[in-house]
């Protein structure tokens, strides 16, 4: 059997508990000619359309659920007759949910909903629900939220969330025919995650560094490695090279829980070695770490040069592999990472070492974790 | 009453056939791709809408699979890129992998965790290459990168799954 399909056989086989979703045929073709202009259901993607439209037209963005439903109407007649205006809200953490309006038809619930921070500014463009942690349903078969747009003035983000269900899947509580049938919206994590760089040559600058050579202090550390052919990953692997020691941390801050411990050249490669004292952390259901920082060689451009294949390919002209990250851990959360570089100390003017922090939790560690529910019943919002 | 137009007939049948015939495959690939069930439905149902819409455009310059594949590689980019994708810590390992009624081979489930791990500008051209079947010059085009990164990946993500292969049996015999 040829190599492809003995991966085909392999692939096929540990996945085979994978299963075909029967009903998605009707599916693709109810969402396709969910376009159409002249179409009875509501479909995700005109609301998304309208809200290009909201964006486009709202010059001073009226905040209230009224004005919203109300703009929707004009731009959309179809959808405001099928969204039943709402006006509910929970409050928590500081921030509001409002549902502004919803439509229940056979298959599918749609919700527009906006959030409103009460006390500062922890929502953004960037804002995102933990897709798993926004839930008003059962099984169902395919869902969607979006944020419309947001409204920096007014620390407001618009939202629609969409779900498509088989009816035999409905969503927990509601049962057709009895008004006592309720749905009930839950959030339960948001995040705004928020993106800076700095130049880690920038902050080395007028420190003076021993870059005394090491062995990594561990037995099996991570090697990130490039390699022109089978034989050389393999002795990629016997060769580790040695590090910056880490004894000797100048402890330059980068940001919280992240330390540049130095930049020097060993054997005529700059190291770069970051420090990360709290690598990985439960927050709800997200392991994540507070800060990440993502190092990358760039040109003052800002443009990332290391991973051109053409920039690979040079590596790799003269030599079968080259050795460009060893990281290692020290069995607890810290964690170690220094990066490799094929550059010398008079090309630095031509460079960033550049560190792209990615805030994951000081503006919204509170806000992973809190919980905003809404119930109404069926009735209120059942069109069909 | 309203009229509803909708698209010909013709194309809901040729749509449902090609749903039929690749649903499954294009799932796997996905799962192998983003690690999760649910985002791998997503991607496949994307896929299909996507091909639905073009089906006019699709004039048989390369066979469906391939055609189909393409676009189910870039859903899952797509899909990838969100920003909360990246938080998630995605790790995977064999008890992960959906459950199955088959009986499970070890040596299988080794490989395809390996396949799973690797670095994602590996994964993808492994995926499209051995499983998809597709060749150097279809997923140079279908990753918008040269045929002779296409080789240069395979030639890296073969080292890495030969080495990790190798392992995972030597700690089988240790064990």
Known sequence: MDEKRKMQEILNHSLSGLQENPFLPQRVIAQAKGEEPMKKRISFSVIIIVAVLLIGTMTALAASVEDINAMLYKLWPEAARALRPLNLSDEGSGIRLDIISASLTDDQLLITYSLTDLEGDRLSEETELDPYAYNPTIDSKYSSNRLLYYDAENHQAVFASYWEYLPVSLPEGVVWGEDTGTITFRINGLMSPVKTGVDLWLLMADNAYPAEPASVPVANPGLETIVASEDAAKEAEKHIPEVLNPENNLHIAVVEGIELSGIGWIDGQMHVQVYMSDWLKSVGITNTARYTCFISLRDRQGNEVMWTDEFMDQLLKDNPYYIWGVNWRNGGEEQWIEKIFPVQPEDMDQYMIYCEIEDRLTKNEELLNSEWIVSFPVNMIQTE | ?175
């Open chain 2, 1 to 175: 009453m309203e009229t509803v137009k909708g698209p010909c007939r013709s194309a809901e049948e040729e749509i449902t056939n090609l749903i039929e015939t690749y649903q499954l495959t294009l799932l796997r690939l996905c799962y192998a791709y983003l690690h999760d069930q649910a985002l791998a439905e997503d991607a496949v149902q994307e896929t299909f809408l996507k091909a639905y819409r073009k089906l006019n455009q699709f004039h048989g310059d390369s066979n469906i699979k391939t055609w189909l594949s393409a676009i189910a590689i870039n859903c899952c980019r797509d899909i990838s890129r969100g920003n909360w994708f990246r938080h998630i810590d995605r790790s995977i390992s064999v008890d992960h992998l959906p459950v199955r009624s088959e009986e499970t081979i070890p040596e299988y489930d080794s490989v395809t965790i390996e396949v799973m791990r690797l670095p994602i500008r590996l994964r993808e051209v492994v995926l499209l290459y051995y499983f998809q079947d597709m060749n150097t010059n279809e997923i140079a085009e279908t990753l918008r990168i040269s045929q002779q990164a296409v080789s240069n990946r395979l030639q890296r993500a073969r080292a890495k799954l030969r080495e990790a292969l190798s392992n995972a049996v030597r700690s089988g015999q240790n064990g």
